[in-house]
């Protein structure tokens, strides 16, 4: 009996140890994307921004409202 009690005892114990693993390892999934976010956006952010500046001003010209 207390060979089945140690036994489901340890059971348990493991289930918890690997939530804590998978619950890392989407903790390291999360900041790996968004570090992969921030890069594309610090790479592509000047070029981006010079595309939305040109829209708006070509917005602005053919509705003869000046500024954005």
Do not use: H, W
């Amino acid at each position: 009996m207390l060979d089945y009690l140690r036994i489901m005892l340890n059971a348990r114990l493991a289930r918890m140890d690997a939530r804590g693993a998978s619950s890392v390892e989407y903790g390291l999934l999360v900041s790996g994307i968004a570090a992969l976010i921030a890069i594309i956006v610090y790479t592509f952010g000047g070029s981006l921004s010079n595309v939305f500046q040109k829209t708006c001003t070509s917005i602005g010209t053919s509705a003869n409202s000046g500024t954005c």
